[in-house]
């Protein structure tokens, strides 16, 4: 396929209009997607991958808009891949996360891209990690991905980073929330933004007690809590610094390494579930489709472990084969 | 296999552009895109074409829609369609207007690359009926 190739090299060449066709294929999942993204990889592993997470309201946006000017400031590239949310009822979304990049306003070496959950593929968090990469190839130093901390959806979103940011409004009465979601967990920075509301010291001192109780052994890292005001930039700056602490402790430690190590596992696992899941489905097809043996177990001329069987036969003799 | 489940979807940017503040009309036809199953980003107000160009070309826009009641019309959106051209995105991007713009300009606009203008009182419909009849979707090939 000569039109992938030539995107990618347009792509590793600097051309904002080919990353953005790149990451739309990764989205779309459409054909081909995989080749392009094959290609990409060795081109990947030089970016810092920063996840931030947050209930909605908490200011994500308006601080990952302050954040990237102060990266930026430093002389590094940015990319920035926001998540909404899209309607389950008509698949459309409206994404206003740009509305807040206002610092960065006209400057092309901040890729700032929308995305939505597109809700039914259940594999967005593929998709992320898909269009970080080719961000990532691009030439990007940091990367990063802004979703709402709401579910399981984005909690493994946010896992494909290196580092994870999870804001807390102040006096949020949040923090039952954030232990069902599991938010708790992956942060490596809290911050506790709009901290010149009322409330801020009272959020911050829970936070302390809530990330005392968390088990970290193996892990020198000490979860670190720092207060911002997004809006006017405080505390912004100590945050980068906190987070280029974070990177280069998971660079001294190895535990960088290990981590990669880890999703690269996962994200090939997923793949293989993914075709083995295909194959399965054909196979089914072949025998005449789901609807014909559901109604034959439900006459009991057959029962669900020997459909099984015969679905998998052919795959597992496929698979004896080989070994021989 | 999964290389062959799409998830294709039309995406579309409502611009404000300029120093008009009215976005009324950017809200509901937001809205409107919506619910008919379109990705919407919305720019917020008053921004420059350079900034809407840059959220064409970053985001993979199938639809630019801009909405100005100002008057700046004529000297805005060509701005808008040579940035376009620049990053040599314009040909894959529907350019659609919405808001005042007088009879005499129209023609203008179109010259211009403008694909479609819709004045007040423009059924929601027909403009989502234009959409899904002139959008072109990246199919990768």
């Not at chain 1, 984005?154 to 006096?171: F, R």
């Not at chain 1, 302390?208 to 809590?225: A, F, Y």
């Not at chain 1, 793949?271 to 399965?280: C, E, I, S, Y």
Request: negative net charge.
């Amino acid at each position: 396929m000569a039109d992938s190739e030539r995107l990618v090299s347009a792509l590793l060449d600097g051309d904002h209009a080919a990353l953005a066709k790149v990451i739309t294929r990764i989205e779309n999942r459409q054909a081909g997607y995989r080749r392009l993204v094959s290609a990409l990889h060795e081109h990947t592993g030089s970016a810092d991958l920063i996840g931030i997470t947050g209930s909605p309201g908490a200011g994500k946006s308006t601080l990952v808009d302050k954040l990237a000017k102060r990266y930026r400031d430093r002389g590094d590239q940015v990319g920035v891949i926001a998540v909404d949310p899209s309607s389950p009822f008509t698949g459309g979304a409206v994404l206003g996360d740009r509305i807040r990049m206002a610092s960065t306003a006209g400057d092309m070496d901040v890729f700032f891209r929308s995305m939505s959950t597109r809700g039914n593929l259940g594999g967005l968090s593929t998709a992320t990690a898909d269009a970080v990469k080719a961000l990532d190839a691009f030439g990007k130093d940091v990367i990063l991905v802004e979703t709402v901390g709401a579910g399981q959806n984005e909690v493994d979103i946010v896992k494909t980073a290196d580092t994870v940011a999870v804001l807390v409004p102040p006096a949020s009465g949040d923090d039952i929330q954030m232990l069902k979601a599991g938010i708790l967990e992956i942060g490596d920075v809290f911050v506790v933004n709009k901290a010149d509301l009322q409330g801020a010291d009272k959020t911050v001192q829970e936070l302390r007690s809530m990330l005392e109780m968390r088990d970290r052994t193996g892990e020198s890292w000490e979860p670190q809590i720092l207060e911002t005001v997004a809006t006017s930039g405080e505390g912004v700056e100590e945050l980068v610094d906190t987070l280029e602490n974070h990177v280069a402790w998971l660079a001294e430690s190895g535990t960088g390494v290990e981590h990669e190590k880890r999703r690269y596992a996962e994200e090939i696992r997923r793949l293989l579930r993914d075709d083995a899941a295909g194959l399965v489905e054909a196979e089914i097809g072949r025998l005449g489709g789901i609807d014909k043996l559901v109604a034959d177990v439900a006459d009991r001329e057959t029962d669900p472990y020997s459909v099984a069987d015969r679905v998998m036969e052919p795959l597992a003799d496929c698979v004896e084969e080989q070994d021989r | 296999m999964a290389d062959t489940e799409t998830a294709t979807k039309i995406r579309t940017l409502v611009a404000k552009v300029g120093l008009d503040g009215h976005d009324r009309g950017a809200h509901v036809i937001a809205r409107a895109f919506r619910d008919a199953g379109f990705e919407v980003i919305y720019s917020g107000l008053h921004k420059s074409p350079d900034e809407i160009v840059q959220a064409v070309v970053q985001e993979d826009v199938d639809v630019l829609g801009i909405s100005i009641l100002s008057g700046a019309h004529n000297t805005l959106v060509p701005r808008i369609i040579e940035g376009l051209e620049e990053y040599g995105v314009f040909a894959d991007t529907l350019v659609l207007v919405g808001g005042i713009v007088p009879e005499d300009d129209r023609a203008e606009l179109h010259e211009a690359g403008v694909d479609a203008i819709f004045g007040p009182g423009t059924p929601m419909e027909d403009t989502i009926d234009f959409v899904r009849e002139h959008v072109e979707t990246d199919d990768g090939r």
